[in-house]
């Protein structure tokens, strides 16, 4: 069959614009939200967030909220629950638990328990947070909840309370079910362990605030779990600072890591959940789906990149001053008090991260008092209201509010009954003179 060469050069430009078309698709879905912000990195990840620890301020994110496989980066619920059973008292650090079958029967990363082995919380908390053990892990869940399937009920209940909206949790290591041990899979839960980027940034945010004694074992370089075991746990978090004189893992060192978890399985990829120290910033970085084999530490130079990012492009800066009054809001009305009005400051400052040599400008949004009039006697440093900002994200330019307390910075003392009858009388004839005029 022929055809007109006119056809066929219509065909072949056709042919040419769908083409460049899909090029030019191919290169948008692949590109990162760096095309966006100016020196961001460019990551090799399926999603990826940056996080100040101190106020959980966004200051790099990539696909952050799509929900993913996390492997035994899940384990840092598992960690946060057990180590705030310890801080109840329901648990202690020196209890000696009993080995149960569950646990024994776990695969991939473990420390061989066998069913009837006795051992410590601590030994057991340590080879999770150092080694990621499967088997500590879910002996320790069920430690605290007589069973897996009910220690994951605690898992997502507790997420929903940080605001993980993005997580869902089927066991305490991050296991897919099928690598779970048959006997021992959820039949309340349904799918697969799935938690998005920022979800782990979130749940590291909070293991921080509430638990930060976390670090001193996440950051165990190695830890001999038995005495007759020949070769001591080795932690896989190649970035730990600590590794810098390591000659295989120095490459991978990164100054200020001491935490937190990594995550590794076929559906995963490579994830890593990291937090580093400097110059008396934290921050928190995760990388999701980084590709490439376990044991190449991709996913920890694609972290550093993230770090990188945060201690170098950005700065802190106090954008609301604390004890500062507010423009056009400086006093509130006060009634029985020997003043009628009560000078007023903020409580706090509100110090955030912003690209170094950027600018935030803050309006006032709302100014409310907690009694409309106030009531004496009031006390210098009593908080009297509070005080609404807004304000543009310089990361993310995300519209964002904060709202801080207002405090009285004089007292007001209460006023006689013959101050508050003469103020009264005043404010009759004051009021009535008004009126009068207003008749004219």
């Known amino acids: 069959m022929s055809f007109p060469k006119a056809f066929l050069s219509k065909r072949f430009v056709a042919a040419v614009v769908v083409v460049h078309l899909l090029f030019l698709f191919g290169l948008s879905s692949i590109a990162s939200a760096a095309d966006e912000v100016p020196g961001a990195p460019q990551l090799e990840a399926k999603s990826a967030i940056l996080m100040d620890a101190s106020t959980g301020q966004i200051l790099y994110q990539y696909n952050a909220d799509d929900p993913n496989p996390p492997a035994s980066m899940s384990k840092m619920m598992t960690e946060y629950l057990v180590s705030m059973a310890i801080k109840q008292g329901k648990l202690s650090w020196d209890d000696k638990v009993t080995v149960g079958e569950n646990a024994a029967k776990q695969i991939g990363s473990r420390i061989l328990l066998a069913q009837g082995d006795q051992h410590t919380i601590k030994e057991l908390y340590i080879a999770m947070a150092v080694y990621s053990a499967n088997d500590a892990t879910v002996q320790l869940a069920e430690e605290v909840a007589g069973s897996e399937e009910a220690f994951v009920k605690m898992m997502n209940e507790t997420a929903a309370e940080l605001g993980m909206t993005k997580s869902r949790f089927i066991n305490a290591t991050g296991l897919d079910r099928a690598d779970m041990p048959e006997k021992y899979r959820p039949t309340s839960i349904d799918g697969e362990t799935m938690m998005s980027a920022k979800d782990s940034a979130i749940l590291a945010y909070h293991i921080l605030k509430d638990d930060p004694e976390f670090l001193e074992m996440s950051k165990i370089q190695e830890y001999k779990f038995r005495p007759r075991d020949k070769t001591p746990m080795k932690n896989w978090n190649w970035m730990l600072g600590s590794n810098k004189n390591n000659p295989t893992l120095r490459k991978f060192a990164y100054e200020g890591v001491d935490g937190l978890k990594t995550g590794h399985t076929s559906k995963a990829g490579n994830c890593f959940t990291g937090t580093a120290l400097r110059d008396g910033t934290r ?158």
Do not use: C
Request: glycine residues 8%.
């Open 283 to 440: 921050l928190i970085a995760v990388v999701m789906g980084v590709p490439g084999g376990l044991n190449d530490g991709k996913r920890f130079l694609e972290t550093a990149k993230l770090f990188d990012y945060g201690f170098k492009s950005f700065e802190k800066k106090t954008i609301i001053e604390a004890k500062a009054p507010v423009a056009e809001h400086e006093t509130l009305k006060v009634k029985k008090g020997k003043a009628t009005k009560v000078p007023v400051v903020t409580a706090t400052d509100l110090t955030i991260l912003i690209p170094k040599g950027g600018t935030v400008e803050t309006v006032v949004q709302e100014v409310k008092s907690i009694q409309d009039p106030l009531v004496a006697p009031i006390q210098q440093g009593d908080k009297v209201g509070t005080v609404t900002y807004k304000y543009k994200d310089p990361s993310t330019l995300e519209d964002k509010t904060v709202t801080i307390d207002l405090i009285a910075s004089e007292e007001v003392n209460k006023a006689s009954w013959w101050r508050l009858m003469f103020r009264a009388i005043g404010n009759f004839f004051s009021g009535l003179f008004q009126g009068i005029v207003d008749l004219f």
